[in-house]
């Protein structure tokens, strides 16, 4: 087997380079790959190159809103055969976008046949459907043959596309855009194409106008599938005038059957016998209808929502989801909170103005910029069909003025043509014709030469020379630019008036009234519970208040721990030696008829952790913590609640260093009692201990060698009490403790004669 001699060697195109420094390069191409030409739509027509090439394709098939539909698979395979070398999926997806009402404010693609629908369904296959443009959509395209925008070459090299479209329509605001690109997204909502109209009015009349007059015009997002925005209006013009942001979208509720007006408005109708029901008949922009069913009844499955009985999914073409609440005494403004915020019935919608400019750079901008950068492209569109134009009226005023000289000369024309072999030469030496005139003139057929009529051709003249003048004027002119800029928008904004069904303002934006105190206590029936806790960690509730001394059984090698009477609306708090802090409900403990449930089942409480306090939580009470070092605090246990079974971590300890006192602090009480392993007491005023959140805490007594016992808090003008032992239950109070009451930190003296020997008040 011969080997060519000149046959380079592959290995010779081996490039010796570092891997971190080549894949670098690589990936940073294929970044800006993304974001330019594929994930951020450009601000001067508000498309991305997939859905430019769809509408342009759909445009080459002669796909106008007067002509027949075509099959859109036609679309897809001639769009991917020409313009867009991807697959025929992503392209038929992005396609069907484009045609559904309840994703797009403004149709650019109308569909025929299933393209999907408000429940979440997929559109039928590509073979299926039929499809043409939309008038939207001829705006949007309006001037592609009159020299306004550049051509490409495509992939291929075959065909050429628009760079841009050049309409007048603001589809980039109108329409909104989303999409993910490398290291960067862009999140733009739909607007009201009037509003958008107005503003960019205001601005061309002012370029330097204020942000504030902007909003006047421009009110917010306007959503496909309407709702309602219920920010404040500070809060959204925050987010436009920096181009970052978000919004709350709620769903409408609205009764249509209702028979009074505030019923109506407030989606409740009224049943036999004191029943209502409330009504949604708009759902937030993007949430599948279909899914929020199966979330709201998956909700009542759970007995998460016991306030509501009932969800029913009563649409046709209007939507309509029934919500029958647990009885005719609940709130209907209640059951309405709760379904905000356990549903998406609200959601929240991003904005993040991020576009393509001019030069394609990707960029963040307030809405002042983005109106601004949008005008000016207006106004180089109109240059660039003006200069156009004034090149055809150019191109025809030559042919014209042939024509009359023709005209003028008829039978020296027509002798020339019949007697001479060459008679383009002859007439042009012969009239001072130019090539393309003597050229027009010899391929004029004979039936136009009854249509040659010097008055006619005269004035034709005269019009293409006042046009010209009059284009003239107008390229000099920048206020003349900016009229007819003005008067060509409000042209189109009669399209999108606020009377027409299409220009009418779907989404309302109003700020949320003062919310009735939602919380999820309120949806939890009230009953009076008995919680045990032993001391392995069993955790149950019996009903009712039962003595708390009652004979309560255990496992055995278990005992009591904790017991305390509580409300099924409680949260609990549980506190571990390790210094975290636990919360569960009351209502959500096993019931008493067994021994109950480890509670490490349920909360994340360390293997070696001990619970060292079980607390029914009161807003605004305090705790007196203390370690066994001797150091503590006190803390607001608003402050206490974790909403993670993982606890919250409140007392900072030390190595080998445990909590050793949770007691709650009484309104009254004025001074600190700390007692020591060395039998020493100190009191001092409650004022010297700081409240905290979260720490050590200070030191509250001095010890030489062991460390704190116990600590409480009390009223000095009452005194020190404690139990005497035995079985007597008698109290002993030592009224007299000034002797003992010095400044935190102190070591102390030795308490009052029969205070306990085991150190503990």
Not at 248 to 276: C, M, N, P, S, T
Not at 305 to 312: A, F, G, H, S, T
Not at 597 to 618: C, F, G, S, Y
Request: net charge negative.
């Amino acid at each position: 087997m011969s080997v060519i001699e000149d046959e380079k060697d592959p290995y010779d195109a081996i490039v010796d380079a570092p891997f971190d420094s080549a894949l670098s390069e690589r990936y940073l191409v294929y970044a800006l790959s993304t974001i330019t030409a594929r994930s951020l739509p450009d601000l001067r027509d508000g498309l991305k190159p997939v859905h430019r090439r769809i509408l342009w394709g759909m445009r080459g098939l002669r796909l106008d809103p007067g002509s027949a539909f075509k099959k859109s698979s036609r679309v897809v395979g001639d769009v991917m055969g020409k313009y867009h070398p991807h697959g025929n999926v992503a392209l038929y997806d992005a396609m069907v976008r484009l045609a559904q009402p309840f994703t797009l404010r403004y149709p650019l693609v109308e569909g025929q046949g299933n393209f999907g629908n408000i429940d979440g369904d997929a559109a039928a296959a590509e073979r299926y459907t039929e499809c043409r443009l939309t008038r939207t959509a001829m705006q949007l395209m309006a001037g592609l043959d009159e020299g306004t925008v550049d051509f490409v070459p495509t992939y291929n090299n075959e065909e050429e596309e628009p760079a841009i479209f050049p309409g007048l329509f603001p589809n980039l605001l109108a329409n909104g855009a989303s999409g993910i690109a490398v290291g960067m997204a862009t999140s733009i909502p739909s607007h009201n194409v009037a509003e958008v109209i107005d503003a960019a009015l205001e601005l061309i009349d002012n370029p330097h106008v204020e942000h504030a007059r902007l909003m006047e015009l421009f009110n917010g997002p306007d959503f496909a599938t309407g709702g309602l925005i219920v920010d404040s209006a500070a809060a959204i013009s925050a987010a436009y005038e920096t181009g970052r942001g978000s919004f709350r979208v709620r769903a409408r509720f609205h009764a249509a059957e209702a028979k009074e007006e505030a019923d109506r408005e407030a989606g409740i109708e009224r049943l036999g016998g004191g029943q209502y029901q409330l009504v949604v008949s708009e759902v937030p922009y993007g949430v599948p209808k279909g899914r929020l069913i199966e979330q709201i009844a998956q909700l009542i499955a759970d007995r998460k929502l016991p306030i509501l009985e009932d969800v029913r999914d009563e649409s046709d073409e209007q939507i309509r989801i029934v919500f029958v609440p647990k009885s005719r005494n609940v709130d209907p403004e209640l059951l309405k909170e709760s379904l905000y915020k356990l549903t998406d019935l609200e959601t929240r919608f991003g904005l993040n103005l991020n576009v393509l400019d001019a030069t394609r750079t990707p960029m963040v901008m307030g809405l002042h910029e983005l109106l601004s950068n949008w005008v000016a492209h207006q106004i180089d569109i109109l240059q660039r069909r003006s200069r156009h134009r004034l090149q055809k009226i150019a191109d025809r005023l030559e042919l014209v003025e042939g024509y009359i000289i023709a005209f003028l000369n008829l039978d020296r024309v027509i002798e020339i043509i019949r007697t001479e072999d060459e008679p383009k030469p002859v007439m042009m030496a012969e009239f001072g014709l130019t090539d393309r005139q003597a050229e027009a003139i010899l391929n004029m057929r004979l039936r136009s030469l009854r249509k040659l009529e010097e008055m006619q051709l005269r004035q034709e003249k005269d019009e293409l020379l006042k046009e010209r003048d009059e284009l003239e004027k107008l390229l000099a002119s920048p206020a003349r630019q900016r009229t007819r800029l003005k008067r060509d928008l409000t042209a189109i904004r009669k399209d999108y008036a606020e009377d027409t069904a299409l220009g009418r303002r779907r989404t309302t934006i109003a700020e949320a009234a003062p919310t009735v105190e939602f919380s999820m206590d309120a949806m939890i029936e009230k009953e009076p519970v008995t919680v045990i806790l032993s001391q392995r960690g069993w955790i149950r509730a019996a009903k009712g208040h039962v003595p708390l001394d009652g004979d309560f059984k255990f496992k055995e090698g278990d005992g009591p721990a904790f017991a305390l009477h509580a409300q099924t609306t409680d949260k609990l708090l549980l506190a571990a030696d390790d210094g975290r802090f636990f919360t569960i409900g009351a209502d959500k403990l096993p019931g008493a008829r067994g021994f109950g449930e480890p509670i490490r089942n349920t909360l994340d409480i360390d293997a070696a952790a001990q619970i060292v306090a079980l607390i029914v939580h009161k807003p605004g009470t305090q705790l007196l913590l203390a370690s066994d070092f001797g150091r503590g605090f006190a803390a607001v246990t608003d402050e206490l609640l974790a909403e993670t079974r993982k606890g919250r971590q409140v007392v900072n300890l030390k190595d080998k260093v445990k909590l050793a006192v949770v007691r709650p602090i009484a309104p009254e009480h004025d001074h600190v009692a700390v007692v020591g392993d060395n039998r020493k007491l100190v009191v001092f005023s409650l004022e010297e201990l700081p409240v905290m959140s979260r720490g050590q805490g200070v030191t509250l007594q001095r010890y030489r060698d062991g460390g704190l016992s116990d600590a409480t808090t009390l009223k000095l003008e009452d005194g020190l009490s404690w139990e005497m032992g035995g079985d007597t239950g008698r109290i002993r109070t030592e009224r007299d403790i000034h002797m003992w009451k010095v400044a935190r930190g102190a070591a102390g003296r030795l308490p009052p004669q029969g205070f306990p020997r085991d150190n503990k008040f």
